[in-house]
């Protein structure tokens, strides 16, 4: 099989639809190494990548079009055609505006967000979204949803065929797959300034994502003596919450880590006593099954995605219930049997997620919609 990926995010995005891109061409390169892969970005989202590994670049078409979105909706068609492509993944909730013939299109659909928290979206935005989605919906010969969740979504909110979608999980990079010394992580430790019991919240600092409620949840009296470390590169409310942390009293427990290189982020895991993830909606929740893969416990929103993430090695709260969070912060802190038990059986269940399990159901899926005439 010869299969090309839209590579815009996979060298242009640093969050998490970068990371799919860069997981899934990683484990299909390492799985499976019998066939053809493709990638096509134009020169604007390449050039000055800090995602230019070797095993990539060689398999590489970089377009030099002197109008970059126009070629990558339309005029990347003469490219795929050229390079003798079958099978077309676009692994971020869109695909080109037409295939060439004979190739056929697969498309990831991560989530509907946008639709379902419209305010959080500019109309114009809400817009462009709905039509991507439908349209590549329609020309995909399979659509990969990263969870049930997602797929339940499409189902109900676009009226997308049932029998078209296929669920495909998320797995953790491969820098998760490393041992992490101690020595490593005290290094880290120094470093950043970490201190030995923190929370710790990872991902954008966008309203959906709540950080609030950790903020006050460890503002109780019995989780005064808990750090919280944010890894975060960025959001729409990042300024909006180092002000609300200036402003409380917990400021001096509160540490802001930006622009962590991808070979550190498990050694914080390593290093934190639980993960929080409070977010109102994902597509699927990859922090989580990151944390768990780290031995650490989780407490997670109780919507949407997040408990088909954690199973079992979490505990799950309602995403505005303050007190509910600083119980369950409390509890996987101080509470060994709690921990224990939730990592024990976090890491029975992330087995599902190894990158060796998905990687394989997604080479299925190619090899099935090659067969379809």
Same mark, same amino acid.
């Given at each position: ?6 590579? $815009? ?21 390492? %799985? ?13 989202? /390449? ?5 230019? /590994? ?16 126009? %070629? ?7 490219? *795929?055609?050229?390079?003798?492509? #079958?099978?077309?993944h676009g692994l971020s909730n869109e695909l080109p505006l037409s295939m060439p013939e004979h190739v056929k299109p697969i498309v990831t659909m991560h989530d509907i967000i946008f639709h379902k928290f ?13 039509? $991507? ?21 499409? *189902? ?15 797995? %953790? ?35 959906? $994502? ?8 460890? #503002? ?39 622009? *962590?290189? %991808? ?18 909606? #994902? ?9 768990? $893969? ?21 505990? /799950? ?57």
């Amino acid at each position: 099989m010869i299969i090309g990926f839209d590579a $815009k995010r996979i060298y242009d995005n640093t969050t998490g639809l970068g990371n799919y891109g860069r997981s899934l061409m990683h484990n299909l390169i390492r %799985w499976f190494p019998q066939y053809d892969y493709r990638l096509f970005v134009h020169d604007k989202y /390449y050039t000055g990548s800090p995602f230019k /590994y070797q095993t990539f670049v060689d398999k590489t078409f970089v377009s030099k079009h002197y109008l970059p979105d126009v %070629w990558r909706s339309t005029d990347i068609n003469q490219d *795929i055609l050229k390079s003798g492509v #079958e099978i077309f993944h676009g692994l971020s909730n869109e695909l080109p505006l037409s295939m060439p013939e004979h190739v056929k299109p697969i498309v990831t659909m991560h989530d509907i967000i946008f639709h379902k928290f419209p305010d959080y979206f500019p109309l114009l935005d809400r817009q462009v979204y709905k039509y $991507k989605v439908k349209k590549a919906c329609e020309q995909a010969r399979a659509i990969v949803a990263v969870s049930a969740n997602t797929r339940n979504d499409l *189902i109900e909110d676009f009226k997308v065929p049932e029998e078209k979608i296929f669920v495909v999980n998320p797995s %953790w990079g491969r820098e998760f797959e490393y041992e992490y010394t101690n020595w490593f992580t005290e290094l880290l430790r120094h470093k950043y300034k970490i201190p030995f019991h923190f929370v710790l919240f990872v991902g954008a600092t966008s309203q959906r $994502k709540n950080l609030k409620v950790v903020i006050d949840a460890l #503002e109780f009296p019995e989780n005064s003596e808990f750090a919280l470390v944010v890894v975060s590169d960025g959001g729409d409310s990042l300024n909006e919450m180092e002000s609300y942390v200036y402003n409380r009293e917990i400021r001096h427990r509160v540490y802001f880590l930006k622009g *962590i290189p %991808w070979y550190e982020l498990p050694g914080i895991y390593h290093m934190a006593k639980c993960l929080v993830y409070p977010s109102f909606y #994902e597509g699927f929740g990859l922090p989580i099954i990151e944390g768990l $893969k780290m031995g650490i416990p989780v407490v997670a929103s109780d919507n949407s995605s997040l408990r088909e993430a954690g199973g079992p090695g979490a505990l /799950y709260v309602d995403a505005k219930d303050v007190e509910g969070w600083a119980d369950a912060i409390n509890k996987t802190m101080l509470d060994q049997s709690v921990s224990g038990q939730l990592v024990r059986e976090g890491q029975q269940y992330i087995q599902r997620f190894a990158p060796e399990v998905v990687t394989a159901a997604m080479v299925d899926l190619y090899s099935w919609v090659q067969e379809q005439s």
